[in-house]
Each structure stands twice: as structure tokens, then as C-alpha cells.
């Protein structure tokens, strides 16, 4: 087999006029196979592909059995920063690469039979402009029995599901603003899309506003121009007027100096020990709101770790409370995020999008009403979730698999583990996450002198909350000395003493009723 010439285009407008004189094709595994035995005159793109062949070189032989029966009469194209990546992927196949509108003439394009075979008919993409719009699209898509998709895990599983829904639907709603936000770093992304694009053409592609120029630029043979969403869904309801940003948040950078030094002293009194943090966090908070005032830093983030039931996810509750008293904390257990799939129970997208969950990260995200979220034993979780708390920390917001953008601007993010250790730290933390966090302490056991001062805030804690079973205002100093009366001299754990303390509080006021 003789070696053939790659024809280079350098953007999509040098494609469009290839395709005024050539229907092109898109590279798909077998169907390029097939269509070439069929008619070999035929110009194929194969952009895609080589994207693809970046990430997974194990399909070079593959490629080169899809192409084999090129001719001379075929015109096979791609874009020109692709060029040197298609001389080393297809080296049996090219020798070499040219610009297409200087070395091919126009009498060797018009001696190319024209295709036999029906080409792409490129589409607009049908945009929304905010999460309320694409609400609305949901409950209108579910209401009519129109099948919605993300392309967040394109995958043979995906294909499937994909058939499934095309089977009896005349339109398919794929929403493409999460591929947009990938595919810089995952161009591999291409031609798993393209792929669906060729199978089912009863899909329509809709895609946030902000993302539109790249899925333009990178799906350039199957779309072309926008259109609002409503022209293709003419009654599609109007979006509420109100969203989720409206409601207002309770953060620590809103406090004015009188009222932050009060959250801190709160604080300070209700933490027992771990004077040292104490002091890191007031000087660090400071420093938080300041940057943040001029947009230098959106979140803080702390990281503690040390053993169980010493404190770390009650410095969490105490932040909570101490914007809001009796308020939700958004929290997250990652004990439950070892699996491979965890990002997408972190994240995932609404009911009605095919292989997606409600993500668990954003629903208490929503519920709460304070600028505090707790990542609880974040050492167990895995990889790709570690990377994406790289991002929003650096960022201070996240995206959800279908594009609904969550701002963490102002919020404190708490992450605890079990790790006993700085060593252990660093070996279980990603090097690149460590950098990311603002404050990172480990957390000691109660000294001796602590825990009986966690008896005493225990103490007060209940002549509050229990005031109408107490007989004065205060508890004798026999009857506290009686409480206190148990060894807690070996137990570390805070959590056991107060359990301890709890139940003969209980039966002290069971002793008073006889």
C-alpha cells in the first residue's frame, strides 16, 4: 500500500470551504471501514480521531484497518496543529502533510466522484442562559416525554441508554455544556460525541451561552450557529424570577469587626482545647475577610486531622451556629465516596438525566443557610474528587455535570480526617491539594485539665437547656461534684465523656423527681 498526503485546514472557516467544494465526513470505526469499500472518493476528517489516538494509542492499529482502503481518489483532511501527531500515530498510511487549498487544485477536486452516501446536516446549537433556564427545559422535557441527556459519562454504558431513548423518540434533548467544560483537557471527548452525533440524528444540542464558541470550534462538521431554546421548544415556560442566589446566605465575611470579634470569642469558649488552632484561625480569618473584600480569595479552607472525637467536626457546628444559631451545616460523609463513580454522586446532575443522581454536594449546599460546609473524613475518597476540590478551591465554585454553577464566594470549607499524623497526611493528601488548603492543623487529645473543662462547658450547656428541672438557677457544689464523679482519665475521645456526662445528668434529675 502506498503512502498518502494529509490534507491540513487551520480553522473552522477553511473547513466550511472544503466542505462548499467536498461533503465531508467524520472518522467513525467501522462505518469509515464500510463506506470506503463502498466508494474510496470520499473526504474524511480525521480530527477527531487523532484526539482520540492522543489518549488511547491502543486504537492506532484499528485506525489504520478503517483506512486501508483508501485510493488516490481519497481526500482525507484534518486540522493543521493535528499534522504531526497524524505522521506519528499512521505512519504506514502518510508520508506527509499540506495545506489543503495550496497543494490540492481545484481539477483534482472536481475529478473526485461525488458521495454517495448522505453527509452530515449540521445543526444549530439551542442555547439557555442560566440554571433556571435549563430547570425549566428539565420540567418541560420530563413533562412531554422527551428523553434529556448529558454527555458527563460518555461511555458504552452511555451508548446504550442512548439506544434506549432513541428507540421511540422523535426528539432527544443532548446537552453539551459539560463536555464544553472538559474537552481542553480531555479531547478525547471529540469523537465519543461525534459518534452520537452519527447515530442518532434525532438529537438536538443544547448548551449553556457562556460555552457555545467551543462546542462550535470543536464539533465543526455536525453544528453550526445558536439558536435560543424556545425556538426549538415553543412552549416552554418562563423562568421564575426568583433562583437560588437570591436567598440570602449567612458567611463570615459579611460581619462587621465588632461582630466577628464576638463569633470568635463564641468560638474560643466552646472549643475546649487546641489553643494553638485558636490562635492560627483568628489571625488567618482576619486575613480571609480582608482578601476576600478585594477579591483576592473567595474561600477558606481548613484541613484538621488527629483522632476521632477530639474536636475537628465540632469546629464545623460551632462556625455554623455561630453565623446562625440552630442552622443546617451542609455536610459530607466521604466514607461514602470510595468508589470509582464517587464525583458523580458528588456532583451529579437532576432526576430526568440519563445515568445521573441528584449530587449530594449541591442539594445541602441548597438547603443550608450558612457559608459552612464540612467534607467529614475526607481522607477515605477517592482521586477524581481530590481533583475536584482542587478546582473549587482555587476557583471557589463548581459546576454540576449539567452546568449549574454553584458560587462558594465567602464560604468556609472544613475538611476533617482520621489521619493520625503529619506523615500520614502527606502520603494520603495529593501534593497539589495540600497547597491548596489556608490552615492545616493536627488536632492533640484533651489534656487532663481540658477534659474538665469541657465538663464544666457541658455543665453550662445544661443548666440551659435543662433550666425547669434544676431547682435554682445553679446546681449545688455537691451535686456538681457528684456529676463529675467518674473516670474519664483514659478516655481521649470527647464525645465518650459527654455521653458519660449525659446519662448521669439523667439520672441525677431522675434522683430529684423521687
Known sequence: MSLFTLYTYKNVSELRKIQQEKEVFSFVFVETKDKLETNPSLCIDISSLICLLRVNRENRYSAYINLREMTDETIIIAEESLA???????????SSYAPFFEILEQTQLEHVSPATVEGHIRQPVYIYNNADDLNAVIEYANENHIPIATFSRA????KVEFEK???????????????AYAIEDNKNLIYSVELFLGLFPNIKIMALTSQIDKILKYFPLYVEGQKPINTLLPDLKEVSSQSDSDVEIKKLTVLSQGELDMFIENFNHNLIGHPNFKKRLKY???????????????VFSIFLFGKSGIGKTEVARLMASGLQENSYLAKINFQNYSSQDALNSLIGSPAGYI????????????????????????????????????????????????????????????????????????KTIPPELQTRF????????PTHSEKTKFLDLLM????????????????????????????????????DIKRLFLNRLMDYFASKEQ
Open 155 to 158: 461511555s458504552g454504558d452511555m
Open 438 to 445: 489556608d490552615l492545616v492543623c493536627e488536632f492533640e487529645e
Open 355 to 426: 445515568g445521573c443522581e441528584h449530587g449530594e454536594l449541591s442539594d445541602k449546599i441548597k438547603k443550608s443557610k450558612v457559608g459552612v460546609v464540612l467534607c467529614d473524613e475526607f481522607e477515605k475518597t477517592t482521586r477524581p474528587v481530590f481533583s475536584f476540590f482542587l478546582e473549587l478551591l482555587e476557583e471557589g465554585k463548581f459546576t454540576d455535570s449539567m452546568a449549574r454553577e454553584y458560587d462558594l464566594d465567602g464560604y468556609i470549607l472544613i475538611f476533617t480526617s482520621n489521619l493520625q499524623n503529619e506523615s500520614d497526611y502527606k
Open 460 to 495: 453550662e450547656q445544661a443548666e440551659n437547656k435543662f433550666a425547669d428541672k434544676f431547682a435554682s438557677d445553679k446546681i449545688s457544689t455537691t451535686d456538681k461534684n457528684k456529676l463529675y464523679d467518674f473516670d474519664y482519665s483514659n478516655l481521649s475521645a470527647l464525645r
Open 284 to 298: 488567618s480569618l482576619n486575613n480571609f475577610i480582608a482578601l476576600n473584600k478585594v477579591k483576592e480569595q473567595k
Open 84 to 94: 504531526e501527531d497524524v505522521l506519528l500515530f499512521l505512519p504506514n498510511l502518510f
Open 165 to 179: 431513548f432513541n428507540r421511540s423518540a422523535d426528539l432527544a434533548l443532548l446537552d453539551l455544556t459539560s463536555t
